[in-house]
């Protein structure tokens, strides 16, 4: 496909649809509706084979990250997740051995987020087709209680839960191009990629605390972006702060240029949440006590775009994100 920009598309040809108030005008990741003692939370990711995930991959392991990245997006939004509609293409080749190790993925994700499967549907994927995944996720907050992208202020305080980059270098290393890197620290970034682990539980904190917040799927530096322009404003970000892994700091000091693909690529899953300076305190605690630690890597400022620093310099990246179109 050529002319296509995936934020125009949706700025340009979709947004004009989503005339509820609930939509916000399709800016951020998740919608709100009316639910008897408060509001439902609502998002959907698709994952398709041979963009998000390798036809090969585990079936389990595929189900559990097309659950996961939907109730990343709940979290966010300071929602608490109950359950999902499933939408499952199954491409050639697909089997019923396939079909019960995906849905055991699944058995197993429902239990550890206390979710439930409430419906879907299933279907043969078009001849050649590849199997794809669309995941419709639902949480509940207090009314009005919705954590949302435009809500930053100038002052508050930037935190992201867990580490940064693991995704992006495990995209790398499942592809074999990491053959540098010991051993351990490539099969800890495979596994990250096989299964992401996002905060889930850290939706308290961010209801109790952040005044906006976004899951980091596309890069944590233009996720940042995203977030700034939703608001308004702008952000420093410092670069220095942001937290890695073991073998994610292991992959920088092979190839500094894996900095940037951590900073920028994605698939992180976790949480980036502005926060009331007054707040931050109690956030990184509410965090932690959820079994997220919450990493403060800048802060909110007027103006508009996202300044990066490292060693007190401005830094420069070269942008790692996967482009759809």
């Known amino acids: 496909m050529t002319g296509l920009d995936e934020d125009s598309l949706i700025a340009d040809m979709f947004a004009p649809l989503a005339t509820d108030a609930g939509a916000d005008a399709l800016g ?140 992006a270098l495990g995209l790398l290393a499942r592809q074999g191009k990491l053959c540098a890197l010991a051993d351990p620290h490539r099969a800890a970034l495979t596994d990250c990629y096989l299964h992401p682990d996002p905060p889930v539980a850290a939706w308290r904190a961010v209801r109790d605390h952040a005044r906006a917040a976004m899951d980091v799927s596309d890069g944590l530096v233009g996720d940042l972006a995203k977030l700034c322009r939703a608001a308004g404003v702008g952000a420093l970000m410092d670069a220095d702060a942001v937290p890695f892994s073991q073998a994610v700091a292991a992959a920088i000091a092979l190839d500094p240029a894996n900095r940037d693909t951590a900073l920028t690529g994605g698939d992180d899953y976790q949480i980036l949440a502005a926060v009331p300076p007054e ?47």
Not at 295 to 323: C, H, P, S
């Open 28 to 167: 951020d990741d998740a919608a709100t509706f009316a639910g008897g003692d408060g509001d439902i939370v609502v998002t959907c990711d698709a994952l398709a084979a041979g963009v998000h995930f390798f036809a090969d991959d585990p079936p389990a392991a595929i189900a559990a990250k097309a659950l996961r990245v939907n109730l990343s997006d709940l979290a966010a939004k300071g929602a608490e997740p109950f359950g999902y509609l499933l939408a499952l293409a199954l491409g050639e080749g697909a089997s019923d051995a396939w079909a019960r190790e995906f849905a055991g993925g699944l058995a197993a994700d429902n239990a550890r987020y206390g979710v439930s499967l409430l419906g879907g549907d299933t279907l043969r994927a078009s001849p050649g087709g590849g199997t794809t995944i669309a995941v419709t996720a639902f949480g509940r907050v207090p009314s009005g209680a919705v954590v949302r992208r435009r809500a930053a202020k100038p002052g508050d305080a930037l935190f992201v839960t867990g580490t940064i980059g693991d995704g």
């Open 279 to 325: 707040a931050a305190d109690a956030f990184a605690a509410t965090a932690t006590a959820c079994g997220a630690r919450a990493t403060r890597i800048g802060a909110i400022e007027a103006g508009e775009g996202v300044r990066i620093i490292a060693g007190g310099n401005a830094m420069a990246l070269k942008d790692g994100r996967f482009q759809h179109f």
